[in-house]
């Protein structure tokens, strides 16, 4: 989890184990110095041991529910992660067609490939380039009389696959697309599960044209190319699949792999992204808005709908000042085709304009717009990824709510704990004062004897919140099953959870311990 509560967790960690640690050594320095208060304060504890067992439950309900929220929240987060990450594989831009399609898929001309493989040559931050068509067909067994209604079909281009990623068979063997003939596919292992195919085996692939069958090559791990696990898919060589849909010299996606591995091209994934934009946009279209735009009465227009906007969208209320600061200039840069390329921007525009009489300029934008991207650009894993946090923020935060409501109970069991303690033992307190002990003296008893409640508290409702995350995994599993098993998940968001449920409990019997000893001599 990167934020919890919504401030970054490694810091918050940070911040809270040196507080503790602060609170630990004040502690330890005043028990060093009259240790004889620490075995008075702590005597009670394994004396009464139901009573202990007690207040120790109690006191646990806050940690045991921040430590649930935090492992199941950090569960979904990891789960989203991994399935996108491993259907992505190496992929982390998708150039797709301009959008222009409602229903189907939207083919553009390969020579598109060629001009981008041109653009990018000069940029060292993209590693790979692959064209393919990406569909959905059903696709049958007919041997066994099995059938998928929605297989995803990827035709892929073998004279740049073997750059762009590594195909394995189940096996663990690297195989190339090279190696598929016009009749040949390759399946990943979730179709093989669902159609019951193997190597050798015939699969019957269905399109508009009619049905055609094709020989399973071989088996392939999910993953990257393959496909995810959660999905089937079938791969073809790129001008198998063409022929077979009658779209020779088309496709339907470019995936772009960036310089680094794993999670490490996150970083240079908005620059990628923002310069294949700049390039895949029609620059005489930006030329064309900039000029309406740059008209002294509409750029008073934009300053003063941002002025109105701050309060309800701060977002969009700082891109009109952007527009607004690059239209000084005589000609669009790269950052105001960047703004104007929203949708979201576009529509505002549009609508302030509407809205002041600009009719006929609201017009001019709107068709200027619609051939404004030539190709759109998806930062795919980027997107993915937070997609995954925001989920996890969400599951996250609807647990802690109730997690601070048990906050604010284990707050208010604390104070009636040490009142009930208090009233419990007050002739031990007022024999203590009789012989010389003073209020301070009385604070640090209770303090000490609330300090190993705390800790005790801490441990077994960071230990039962961690059960509970489990089971409820557990349970979550049962309907999606590509939810991981917990184990792994939970080591960061523990320390978290220990720091938080401990720093409540002694910061509660400090200010609380102290109220309830200022007892006079019965």
């Given at each position: 989890m990167e934020k919890v509560f919504g401030l970054p967790a490694t810091g918050l960690a940070i911040t809270m184990a040196?507080?503790?640690?602060l609170i630990f050594i004040v502690i330890a320095v005043s028990a060093t110095r009259r240790f004889i208060l620490v075995k008075m304060g702590t005597r009670n504890i394994p004396r009464r041991k139901g009573q202990s067992i007690l207040i120790v439950i109690g006191l646990m309900l806050s940690s045991a529910i921040i430590a649930t929220s935090l492992g199941i929240g950090d569960t979904v987060r990891h789960s989203i992660r991994s399935v996108a990450l491993d259907s992505l594989g190496p992929t982390d831009e998708t150039v797709k067609g301009p959008g222009k399609n409602y229903l189907g898929e939207e083919y553009f001309d390969y020579s598109e490939f060629t001009r981008i493989e041109g653009l990018v040559k000069g940029n060292s931050d993209v590693r790979?380039?692959?064209?393919?068509?990406?569909?959905s067909l059903p696709a049958s067994n007919e041997e066994n009389e099995l059938a998928e209604n929605n297989v995803r079909v990827r035709g892929i281009d073998s004279g740049y696959s073997d750059n762009f990623d590594t195909l394995r068979n189940i096996q663990g063997t690297s195989v190339s697309m090279k190696a598929l003939g016009p009749d040949d596919i390759y399946v990943n292992s979730k179709l093989s599960d669902v159609l019951k195919v193997t190597n050798g085996d015939s699969l019957t692939v269905y399109t508009r044209l009619g049905r055609s069958e094709f020989t399973v090559r071989d088996v392939l791990e999910s993953g990257g190319l393959g496909g995810g696990a959660t999905n089937p898919y079938i791969l073809f060589e790129l001008g198998t699949l063409q022929t077979l849909l009658e779209k020779e010299e088309s496709i339907t996606e470019i995936l772009v792999s960036n310089r680094g591995k794993g999670e490490d091209t996150l970083a240079l994934s908005e620059d990628v992204a923002d310069f294949l934009r700049f390039e895949l946009t029609d620059k005489g279209a930006a030329q064309k808005i900039f000029d309406v735009l740059r008209t002294e009465t509409i750029r008073d227009l934009l300053l003063n709908e941002s002025k109105n906007l701050q309060t309800e969208d701060r977002d969009m209320?700082?891109?009109?000042?952007?527009?607004?600061?690059?239209?000084?200039?005589?000609?669009?840069?790269k950052d105001f085709i960047k703004k104007i390329s929203e949708y979201q921007t576009q529509l505002v525009l549009t609508g302030i304009l509407d809205k002041a009489g600009y009719a006929e300029e609201s017009i001019e934008i709107t068709a200027a717009s619609s051939s404004l991207t030539m190709l759109?650009?998806?930062?795919?894993?980027?997107?993915?990824?937070?997609l995954a946090e925001a989920v996890a923020g969400g599951v996250t935060t609807i647990f802690s709510i109730f997690g601070s409501f048990s906050i604010m109970v284990g707050m208010l069991?604390?104070?009636?704990?040490?009142?009930?303690?208090a009233a419990a033992r007050s002739t031990e307190l007022g024999m203590a004062r009789a012989v010389g002990l003073k209020r301070r003296d009385l604070v640090q008893l209770f303090t000490y004897e609330g300090t190993v409640y705390a800790f005790l508290a801490a441990i077994v409702g960071t230990a039962a919140g961690v059960a509970l995350s489990f089971g409820l995994v557990l349970i979550l599993q049962a309907g999606f099953y590509w939810l991981p098993k917990p184990a792994i998940l939970l080591a960061t968001p523990i320390l978290e959870i220990r720091w938080v449920g401990l720093l409540v409990l002694i910061m509660g019997v400090w200010l609380i311990g102290g109220r309830e000893t200022d007892k006079e001599p019965d």
């Open positions: 040196v507080l503790l640690l790979a380039l692959l064209p393919l068509i990406s569909i209320s700082d891109t009109l000042k952007e527009l607004d600061s690059h239209l000084s200039s005589n000609n669009p840069d759109r650009v998806e930062e795919s894993k980027n997107d993915s990824v937070k069991l604390i104070f009636l704990v040490f009142v009930l303690l």
